[in-house]
């Protein structure tokens, strides 16, 4: 340092010497140009040297510890071999020159010598830790990884936290802040058994979601506070439950399959925070949201793959339902579940598909869902997104395939009112009339099958409105097998032939229903997740209930004399059965036979006389008017049969909706891998591909930046382990980051 700094600090050190102040208390007084640990470190070096340290010695070179001769030793070899060792040049320089220097030392010289060279990190060598772990549903790991590549995850948390921002923006997030509800509690705030046996939360715990959401405190939801990565991982969770569960339950989550959901989400969820998770989605009310999130997200997936369905210009939509049962000791509202054969309580979900088999939306409903015109109105819905077709070079005409329960004129009339939608359905048998046909084509041949095609016009009038006619296109299918099927279209001839109109609908069983039917099995569609119930007036039943009501009166008014003489012989007939019932008490039956003791055998017989002449009486009565008499009694029989039914109970659909949105997206995964990874042209079914790849054993090996997934090779099954192979390749290619931010890495043992 320069003289001027000497002489500063030579200065201060001498007042801190003579001042009678403390060294601590000195330095907190004044404004020193050091600090105090380095004054004991100046006072150390004037006891060891002298003022000599304080010199600036720079400007004669420094501390050399390599000498200009050793630094040109150090270049020659750096020039003959520049990947030379530091311990090899150490070990030079002591036998040449007799020179000890530390390696940095030589790597700071040979910085200055080849400034561009690469420098290897110093220190010790760095191990990477290992941990090894294994799952037992590996082949999973590839949808997982296709999820993150796909970024299915960061979507479906954006379309969540879009909900939160919502509510928390919102005037209604503040009401019940200040709710806080401390009964059956301990002090900790942790749940006890208490809790659920209070009468209110038993009394409103199958409540309607509606209802709650009134009373409900939003700042206690764990979903306000979460992280957005925590949403990922429990959206994941929810994702893998039919795999990890087999069913989809929520309940077999604790369960021991169910601890691999730590290698598909990142976290060993129990199943208390995947239940809370989804009851807060459920007071969100986010099913809304994610219904329509599901065709955009997955439009975008699949990009130009729908016009590969097509059929000239001509894309097909199909309509298919999904009637889960329901068992329930209310009385909900109920339908014919096909599965079971019988007319119970069920949810009916209506689907849209694609023509590839996509489910690209869906609605649940209490009971019954829509047909008919109803339908444009889910289309409407989702206009937007299935109005552009990518990569089409012709005009698009969108038809949709429906059953024959959509062929009511009402419905057709609903599409006839319209020009975006056109409709492909059947005609009933006992609907079809030759006398109803307006003109008829000459018969050909169907390109695609064994059968003859006519078209033709027909009239069809509306059951609801007598005397309303229209005139629709039809095609009759005269099979070679000798039966018949009638179609009903509003295609023009012009746009789409016969054969095609036929085509496209009979193509529904390997195009929608069969990857439909496999959908169910694999992600399981048909289960129905937890519910609330809603009580209503079922007003179709109470008014039944009044019209028969109606006619019993008059009906009654008009019996009332001889209903007045019935009801002596009833009274008379009532007045004897007890003394009947005693006198049988006294008999005995033996071998089948009645044995009367002789003291009450003529009273007994007596008694059973007088009780048949007064029911002869009744019926003679009933038979001089029998036709109202049957009315009356047929009346009152469904009268008494009506009871009870004059309310209903609405069952909650909400959370349905949401496990359905993951289990749909579930299907879009498994499909996807199907189609780009490991079918190609040779498709196979979700099942198959659940129980060749799903459940293959994988072992896991996690670093600090890699997961490793070892998938155990199925010696048994070398087609599908070849196309495996292929599928690796193909993931391993895009570098993705799972669950836990690291790159997953696949291999085939």
């Known amino acids: 340092m320069d003289s001027n700094k000497t002489t500063t600090i030579l200065d201060w050190i001498g007042r801190i010497e003579s001042s009678t102040l403390s060294i601590s208390k000195f330095f907190d007084l004044y404004d020193t140009p050091f600090s105090k640990s380095q004054y004991y470190i100046y006072k150390q070096r004037l006891k060891e040297t002298d003022i000599s340290y304080f010199k600036d010695r720079r400007c004669l070179g420094g501390n050399r510890k390599i000498t200009y001769e050793q630094e040109a030793f150090i270049k020659g070899c750096f020039k003959i071999n520049s990947d030379i060792s530091l311990e090899y040049l150490q070990k030079a320089l002591k036998d040449d020159f007799d020179c000890e220097v530390s390696l940095s030392s030589i790597s700071r010289a040979l910085t200055r010598i080849a400034p561009e060279r690469t420098r290897k990190a110093g220190g010790r060598p760095k191990t990477n830790k290992k941990n090894v772990v294994q799952n037992a549903l590996g082949g999973f790991e590839l949808i997982i990884a296709l999820a993150y590549h796909l970024k299915w995850p960061q979507r479906t948390a ?23 509800d401390k009964k059956g509690k301990n002090k900790n705030g942790q749940f006890t058994e208490r809790y659920n046996k209070r009468k209110d939360l038993r009394k409103n715990r199958f409540a309607p979601i509606s209802d709650k959401r009134q009373t409900k405190n939003w700042h206690s939801m764990n979903i306000i506070k979460d992280r957005y990565a925590t949403i990922m991982r429990k959206g994941l969770a929810i994702l893998s439950l039919p795999i990890v569960t087999n069913n989809g339950q929520v309940r077999n989550v604790n369960l021991p399959q169910g601890q691999t959901l730590e290698h598909f989400c990142g976290f060993n969820y129990k199943q208390s925070s995947i239940t809370k998770f989804l009851a807060e989605l459920k007071y969100l009310g986010v099913s809304t949201n994610l219904l329509q999130d599901l065709p955009v997200f997955w ?100 038809a949709i395939v429906m059953d024959g329960a959509n062929n009511s004129v009402k419905c057709l009339r609903a599409f006839a009112s319209q020009e975006k939608f056109y409709y492909i359905t059947t005609l009933d048998n006992n609907q079809w009339n030759d006398r109803r046909v307006r003109s008829r084509s000459y018969p050909v041949r169907y390109r695609y099958g064994d059968a003859t095609l006519r078209d033709l016009d027909i009239e069809l009038e509306d059951s609801k409105e007598k005397g309303y006619f229209i005139s629709v296109r039809a095609i009759k299918i005269d099979w070679d097998n000798e039966k018949r099927t009638v179609l009903l279209t509003n295609l023009s001839r012009n746009i789409v032939d016969a054969s095609e109109v036929v085509f496209s609908y009979f193509r529904r069983w390997p195009a929608q229903e069969l990857p439909f039917r496999y959908d169910k099995a694999t992600v399981s569609l048909s289960r129905v997740a937890g519910y609330g119930r809603k009580k209503v007036e079922n007003l179709g039943q109470r008014e039944k209930q009044n019209k028969l009501a109606l006619k019993i009166a008059t009906l009654k008014e008009q019996l009332k004399d001889l209903i007045d003489k019935i009801n002596v012989h009833e009274n008379a007939i009532i007045n004897l059965i007890p003394k009947e019932r005693r006198l049988r008490a006294k008999t005995k039956i033996v071998e089948g036979k009645r044995i009367v003791p002789d003291e009450i055998s003529d009273e007994f017989i007596r008694c059973g006389e007088k009780i048949r002449y007064h029911q002869r009486a009744i019926k003679e009565i009933e038979k001089s008017h029998e036709k109202e008499f049957k009315t009356y009694t047929k009346k009152q029989r469904e009268w008494l049969r009506l009871q009870g039914k004059e309310y209903d109970y609405a069952v909650d659909v909400e959370l349905d909706q949401i496990l359905t949105y993951f289990r749909a997206s579930l299907a879009h995964l498994l499909a996807y891998f199907i189609k780009y990874y490991i079918g190609g042209e040779k498709k196979i079914s979700m099942v198959a591909l659940l129980h060749r790849v799903i459940h293959l054993h994988a072992t896991i090996e996690e670093t600090q930046d890699v997961r490793n997934i070892l998938l155990q090779d199925n010696h048994q099954d070398p087609t599908m382990m070849n196309e495996l192979r292929h599928a690796i390749k193909k993931l391993n290619a895009s570098k993705i980051r799972g669950p836990r931010g690291k790159i997953m890495f696949f291999s085939l043992s």
């Open 158 to 180: 954006d379309v969540i936290c879009m909900d939160i921002d919502a509510l928390t923006k919102s005037e209604r997030f503040e009401l019940n802040s200040s709710l806080v």
């Open 299 to 398: 439009r975008q997936c699949w990009g130009d793959t729908l016009k590969d369905s097509m059929i000239g210009p001509l894309l097909c939509y199909y309509i298919d339902g999904n009637t889960k049962a329901l068992w329930s000791s209310k009385r909900v509202k109920q339908n014919k579940v096909t599965m079971l054969g019988r007319v119970m309580g069920c949810l009916e979900q209506v689907f849209i598909h694609d023509g590839l088999g996509h489910p690209i939306y869906f609605e649940t409903y209490s009971g019954h869902g829509p047909t008919g015109e109803y339908i444009l109105e889910l289309f409407e819905k989702i206009e937007n997104v299935i109005m552009e077709v990518p990569d089409s070079r012709t005009k698009v005409i969108r």
